[in-house]
Protein backbone atom coordinates (compact mmCIF):
# COMPACT_ATOMS: atom_id res chain seq x y z
CA UNK A 1 0.00 0.00 0.00
CA UNK A 2 0.72 3.46 0.26
CA UNK A 3 3.69 4.74 1.76
CA UNK A 4 4.21 8.17 3.88
CA UNK A 5 8.07 8.59 4.58
CA UNK A 6 9.45 11.69 7.01
CA UNK A 7 13.08 11.90 8.04
CA UNK A 8 14.36 12.10 10.83
CA UNK A 9 12.51 10.20 12.86
CA UNK A 10 14.39 11.60 15.64
CA UNK A 11 16.28 14.58 15.95
CA UNK A 12 18.21 16.53 19.21
CA UNK A 13 19.74 20.05 18.21
CA UNK A 14 20.85 23.27 20.35
CA UNK A 15 18.08 26.11 21.25
CA UNK A 16 18.38 28.58 18.87
CA UNK A 17 19.13 26.49 15.64
CA UNK A 18 16.78 25.48 12.90
CA UNK A 19 15.74 21.99 12.48
CA UNK A 20 13.98 20.73 9.02
CA UNK A 21 11.94 17.81 8.98
CA UNK A 22 11.12 15.82 5.55
CA UNK A 23 7.51 14.42 4.19
CA UNK A 24 7.81 12.14 1.37
CA UNK A 25 4.73 10.40 -0.52
CA UNK A 26 7.04 7.14 -1.69
CA UNK A 27 4.45 5.65 -4.49
CA UNK A 28 1.68 8.30 -4.84
CA UNK A 29 1.95 12.36 -5.92
CA UNK A 30 0.01 14.37 -3.25
CA UNK A 31 -0.83 18.04 -3.95
CA UNK A 32 -1.98 18.08 -0.25
CA UNK A 33 -0.27 17.11 3.17
CA UNK A 34 -0.70 17.97 6.69
CA UNK A 35 1.56 18.80 9.58
CA UNK A 36 0.57 17.44 13.35
CA UNK A 37 1.44 18.04 16.37
CA UNK A 38 1.74 15.93 19.08
CA UNK A 39 2.33 16.58 22.64
CA UNK A 40 3.01 13.85 25.03
CA UNK A 41 0.12 11.64 25.68
CA UNK A 42 -2.29 14.33 23.82
CA UNK A 43 -3.81 14.27 20.51
CA UNK A 44 -2.71 14.94 17.39
CA UNK A 45 -3.19 19.38 16.32
CA UNK A 46 -3.16 20.44 13.15
CA UNK A 47 -0.56 22.68 12.24
CA UNK A 48 -0.93 23.47 8.67
CA UNK A 49 -1.99 22.49 5.13
CA UNK A 50 0.82 22.04 2.47
CA UNK A 51 -0.28 22.59 -1.12
CA UNK A 52 2.25 21.85 -3.62
CA UNK A 53 3.23 25.35 -5.46
CA UNK A 54 1.72 27.40 -3.44
CA UNK A 55 1.91 28.79 0.45
CA UNK A 56 0.69 26.63 3.20
CA UNK A 57 -2.36 27.49 5.08
CA UNK A 58 -2.05 27.91 8.61
CA UNK A 59 -4.09 26.61 11.64
CA UNK A 60 -4.96 29.90 14.15
CA UNK A 61 -2.44 29.98 16.84
CA UNK A 62 0.41 28.48 14.80
CA UNK A 63 3.57 30.85 13.94
CA UNK A 64 3.93 30.70 10.63
CA UNK A 65 7.37 32.47 10.62
CA UNK A 66 8.19 29.95 13.32
CA UNK A 67 6.92 26.71 11.45
CA UNK A 68 8.09 27.28 8.03
CA UNK A 69 6.65 24.77 4.74
CA UNK A 70 7.54 24.49 1.99
CA UNK A 71 6.05 21.75 -0.66
CA UNK A 72 8.46 22.00 -3.44
CA UNK A 73 7.14 18.45 -4.92
CA UNK A 74 4.08 16.46 -5.28
CA UNK A 75 5.63 13.83 -3.13
CA UNK A 76 8.10 16.29 -1.11
CA UNK A 77 7.32 18.37 1.84
CA UNK A 78 9.44 19.98 4.54
CA UNK A 79 8.55 21.51 7.91
CA UNK A 80 11.37 23.91 9.42
CA UNK A 81 11.41 24.74 12.46
CA UNK A 82 13.42 27.61 13.09
CA UNK A 83 15.02 29.28 16.21
CA UNK A 84 14.35 26.17 18.26
CA UNK A 85 13.44 26.12 21.59
CA UNK A 86 12.52 23.86 24.47
CA UNK A 87 8.99 24.08 24.45
CA UNK A 88 8.91 23.08 20.38
CA UNK A 89 10.49 19.90 21.38
CA UNK A 90 7.10 17.64 20.57
CA UNK A 91 6.36 14.57 18.14
CA UNK A 92 5.83 16.01 14.71
CA UNK A 93 3.33 13.45 12.18
CA UNK A 94 3.17 14.65 8.73
CA UNK A 95 0.00 13.02 6.56
CA UNK A 96 -0.93 12.90 3.03
CA UNK A 97 -3.73 11.49 0.64
CA UNK A 98 -3.53 9.16 -2.16
CA UNK A 99 -5.82 10.38 -4.29
CA UNK A 100 -5.60 6.92 -6.42
CA UNK A 101 -7.41 5.07 -3.43
CA UNK A 102 -8.68 8.08 -1.66
CA UNK A 103 -7.35 7.79 1.95
CA UNK A 104 -4.97 9.40 4.26
CA UNK A 105 -1.72 7.85 5.29
CA UNK A 106 0.53 9.15 8.02
CA UNK A 107 4.22 9.19 8.49
CA UNK A 108 6.32 7.88 11.71
CA UNK A 109 6.57 10.60 12.70
CA UNK A 110 9.82 12.85 14.24
CA UNK A 111 10.51 13.47 17.63
CA UNK A 112 12.22 16.89 18.18
CA UNK A 113 14.02 17.44 21.48
CA UNK A 114 15.25 21.08 21.61
CA UNK A 115 18.28 21.19 24.43
CA UNK B 1 -17.75 23.51 15.81
CA UNK B 2 -16.38 20.01 14.51
CA UNK B 3 -15.87 18.11 17.39
CA UNK B 4 -14.79 14.19 18.35
CA UNK B 5 -14.91 13.58 22.17
CA UNK B 6 -13.14 10.42 23.29
CA UNK B 7 -14.20 10.43 27.65
CA UNK B 8 -12.41 7.24 28.05
CA UNK B 9 -8.39 8.47 28.69
CA UNK B 10 -7.54 4.73 29.37
CA UNK B 11 -9.55 1.86 29.14
CA UNK B 12 -8.55 -2.17 30.64
CA UNK B 13 -9.53 -5.23 29.47
CA UNK B 14 -8.76 -8.73 29.68
CA UNK B 15 -7.22 -10.64 26.95
CA UNK B 16 -9.95 -12.84 24.89
CA UNK B 17 -12.86 -10.26 26.71
CA UNK B 18 -14.73 -7.83 24.28
CA UNK B 19 -13.77 -4.43 24.09
CA UNK B 20 -15.02 -0.93 23.84
CA UNK B 21 -13.74 2.20 22.91
CA UNK B 22 -16.06 5.35 22.95
CA UNK B 23 -16.38 7.65 20.24
CA UNK B 24 -19.21 10.88 20.47
CA UNK B 25 -19.15 13.53 17.61
CA UNK B 26 -21.01 16.93 16.79
CA UNK B 27 -20.55 17.92 13.77
CA UNK B 28 -22.19 20.03 11.07
CA UNK B 29 -23.73 18.55 8.02
CA UNK B 30 -22.83 14.62 7.51
CA UNK B 31 -20.46 13.10 9.33
CA UNK B 32 -17.26 11.37 8.55
CA UNK B 33 -15.73 9.56 11.05
CA UNK B 34 -12.85 7.44 11.17
CA UNK B 35 -10.78 5.07 13.83
CA UNK B 36 -6.76 5.12 13.77
CA UNK B 37 -4.65 3.45 15.86
CA UNK B 38 -0.63 4.80 17.33
CA UNK B 39 1.78 2.37 18.53
CA UNK B 40 4.55 4.34 20.91
CA UNK B 41 6.70 6.82 18.75
CA UNK B 42 5.01 5.80 15.44
CA UNK B 43 2.73 7.52 13.01
CA UNK B 44 -0.90 6.47 13.13
CA UNK B 45 -2.58 3.70 11.30
CA UNK B 46 -6.02 3.32 9.93
CA UNK B 47 -8.33 0.90 11.39
CA UNK B 48 -11.78 2.04 9.80
CA UNK B 49 -14.22 4.82 8.50
CA UNK B 50 -17.82 5.82 8.26
CA UNK B 51 -18.79 7.83 5.30
CA UNK B 52 -22.20 6.39 4.27
CA UNK B 53 -23.85 3.24 4.01
CA UNK B 54 -24.44 0.15 6.41
CA UNK B 55 -23.95 1.68 10.42
CA UNK B 56 -21.53 -1.27 11.23
CA UNK B 57 -18.68 -0.88 9.68
CA UNK B 58 -15.40 -3.59 9.74
CA UNK B 59 -12.10 -2.91 10.01
CA UNK B 60 -8.52 -3.74 9.97
CA UNK B 61 -7.59 -6.59 12.47
CA UNK B 62 -10.88 -7.55 13.52
CA UNK B 63 -11.76 -4.11 15.12
CA UNK B 64 -15.32 -2.73 14.05
CA UNK B 65 -17.23 0.28 14.74
CA UNK B 66 -21.22 1.19 14.87
CA UNK B 67 -22.30 4.38 13.51
CA UNK B 68 -25.46 5.87 15.91
CA UNK B 69 -26.79 8.61 14.19
CA UNK B 70 -29.43 9.42 17.06
CA UNK B 71 -26.85 9.02 19.79
CA UNK B 72 -24.14 10.86 17.94
CA UNK B 73 -21.46 7.65 18.54
CA UNK B 74 -19.00 6.05 16.80
CA UNK B 75 -17.63 3.28 18.93
CA UNK B 76 -14.64 1.16 18.16
CA UNK B 77 -15.38 -2.48 19.28
CA UNK B 78 -13.96 -6.16 19.00
CA UNK B 79 -15.56 -9.08 20.16
CA UNK B 80 -11.93 -10.38 21.80
CA UNK B 81 -9.12 -8.63 22.96
CA UNK B 82 -5.38 -9.31 22.20
CA UNK B 83 -2.59 -7.75 24.43
CA UNK B 84 -1.09 -6.68 21.13
CA UNK B 85 -4.18 -4.46 20.69
CA UNK B 86 -2.40 -2.10 23.64
CA UNK B 87 -2.14 0.79 21.90
CA UNK B 88 -3.10 4.62 21.59
CA UNK B 89 -6.70 4.85 19.55
CA UNK B 90 -8.06 8.06 18.15
CA UNK B 91 -11.92 8.86 16.90
CA UNK B 92 -11.51 11.62 14.01
CA UNK B 93 -13.77 13.51 11.72
CA UNK B 94 -13.20 14.87 8.21
CA UNK B 95 -14.54 16.15 5.91
CA UNK B 96 -13.96 16.25 1.65
CA UNK B 97 -10.71 18.49 2.23
CA UNK B 98 -9.01 15.84 4.20
CA UNK B 99 -8.41 17.78 7.89
CA UNK B 100 -9.12 15.21 10.66
CA UNK B 101 -10.08 16.18 13.69
CA UNK B 102 -8.91 14.15 16.10
CA UNK B 103 -10.08 13.18 19.74
CA UNK B 104 -8.34 13.57 22.86
CA UNK B 105 -7.61 9.60 22.36
CA UNK B 106 -8.00 6.47 24.80
CA UNK B 107 -5.21 4.44 26.05
CA UNK B 108 -6.17 -0.09 25.31
CA UNK B 109 -4.61 -1.42 27.72
CA UNK B 110 -5.09 -5.77 27.24
CA UNK B 111 -4.18 -7.76 30.17
CA UNK B 112 -2.63 -11.13 29.44
Known amino acids: GAVVSQHPSRVICKSGTSVKIECRSL??????MFWYRQFPKQSLMLMAT?????????EQGVEKDKFLINHASLTLSTLTVTSAHPEDSSFYIC???????????FGEGSRLTVL | AQSVAQPEDQVNVAEGNPLTVKCTYS??????LFWYVQYPNRGLQFLLK??????LVKGSYGFEAEFNKSQTSFHLKKPSALVSDSALYFC??????????FGTGTLLAVQP
Open chain 2, 50 to 55: YITGDN
Open chain 1, 50 to 58: SNEGSKATY
Open chain 2, 92 to 101: AHGGATNKLI
Open chain 1, 95 to 105: SARDPGVGELF
Open chain 1, 27 to 32: DFQATT
Open chain 2, 27 to 32: VSGNPY
